[in-house]
């Protein structure tokens, strides 16, 4: 699987933030906001996207990764290739560097879906997608539009920018990068979360068919006994 880092330089900040790193994977889906930092004794470190969970441990707030490397083999390579890009930036070699260029293999995605119920928001199911068993894309999420058709949604974060019409922007955390990958992945999505629902279908039959026959043996029972 071929991939691409693109490094930006955020040391003009105050604070921990070094750099921010783009990765793109097969040119098919693109994350964002990959973070490099500086932690204790000077040490660089990677921060992927992640969110606030309703967890706590010792009175701290718990965050989760969105999307990260699957193995400690994959995470060591691909972290080590930010660094190396991170560092490639400012030896005045460029911001972007390709790994596994002559690769012929395609990124091959694996979809599931959870469905939702009687959810509050609107989500009626939620999407993970895991890339050659090397890295996974959480916190997709299946919506109904104003029509009660099915879309699929990508996580996104505020942006400190306002749009034409006033409202706060919002920057996807990782995204389909051309209009066939995303037709793609949609569809995967959209027939992982049918065969998700028929599944439930599938299990309850059983369920309902024990359930009709215990009530109609009461009934007969009541009748004989009568």
């Not at 990959?34 to 932690?39: F, H, T, Y």
């Not at 996974?136 to 749009?163: D, H, M, Q, W």
Request: net charge positive.
């Amino acid at each position: 699987m071929q991939y691409k880092i693109q490094v930006n330089d955020m040391k003009k900040n105050d604070g921990y933030l070094q750099g921010l790193a783009t990765i793109t994977f097969d040119d098919a889906i693109r994350v964002t906001g990959v973070k490099i930092g500086v932690g204790k004794q000077d040490s660089l470190f990677i921060g992927m996207p992640n969110y606030k969970s309703n967890e706590q441990v010792d009175g701290k707030d718990v965050y989760k990764d969105i999307c990260y490397p699957v193995t400690q083999e994959f995470r060591n390579e691909l972290y080590q290739r930010v660094f190396d890009t991170f560092d490639n930036l400012h030896d005045g070699y460029g911001n972007t560097l390709i790994y596994n260029a002559d690769s012929k293999e395609r990124v091959n995605p694996e979809v599931r879906v959870t469905p939702i119920k009687d959810s509050k928001n609107g989500v009626m199911g939620l999407a993970t997608i895991a890339l050659d068993n090397s890295f996974v894309l959480n916190n997709i999420s299946l919506r109904k539009n104003k029509e009660g058709e099915l879309f699929v949604a990508y996580p996104s974060y505020r942006t400190n920018k306002i749009g034409i019409n006033g409202k706060p922007m919002y920057q996807d955390v990782f995204y389909p990068v051309t209009k066939e990958w995303r037709q793609k992945l949609d569809g995967m999505i959209k027939e992982a979360y049918q065969q998700a629902l028929d599944k439930e279908k599938e299990k309850k039959a059983p369920e309902q068919t024990k359930g009709s026959k215990e009530k109609e043996n009461k009934r007969s029972g009541k009748t004989r006994t009568a």
